[in-house]
């Protein structure tokens, strides 16, 4: 599915049962909750934000996905050159056990909010070298 132009995604999946997330966000601007509580949701794929450079808000946008344990890469943000928030992006995501992406090291990464981004994502590969205004929780 191609939105139109500047839409925001915001909340569209709020607490469903989806299991995967292989859509396409070509016009999307905000991401903010699209798939927060989402329990079931098990596997994003590896390349949901290729052809997506005007997101800009991914606020909650898998925060409470307990399950979520396939298709978080390392780049999967890398196509997005905009980025203002994360916020709660993977909180309570603690089925994560690759390595997450990181957003820290961006060169826009002072200025993109990021509270509680990775909170309680303690099984990620990488989870000791996230910083800790990165994971803790505010």
């Known amino acids: 599915y191609d939105a139109p132009a500047n839409v925001n995604w915001e909340y569209a999946f709020f607490r469903t049962s989806i299991e995967i997330a292989n859509l396409s966000f070509i016009n999307a601007v905000s991401l903010r909750g699209i798939f927060q509580g989402c329990s079931t949701l098990k596997k994003i794929s590896s390349n949901i934000f290729e052809n997506s450079p005007s997101i800009n808000d991914l606020s909650s946008c898998f925060a409470n996905c ?11 943000f890398d196509y997005l ?54 994971k803790t929780y505010k």
Do not use: Q
């Open 66 to 76: 307990s399950n979520l344990s396939e298709g978080v890469e390392e780049d999967m």
């Open 81 to 134: 050159d905009n980025i203002y928030s994360v916020d709660s992006l993977f909180m309570n995501c603690s089925s994560i056990t690759s390595n997450v992406p990181r957003l820290w090291e961006r060169k826009e990464a002072e200025s993109i909010y990021h509270n509680n981004c990775f909170y309680n994502c303690i099984n990620a590969a990488n989870y000791d070298e996230i910083p800790d205004d990165w």
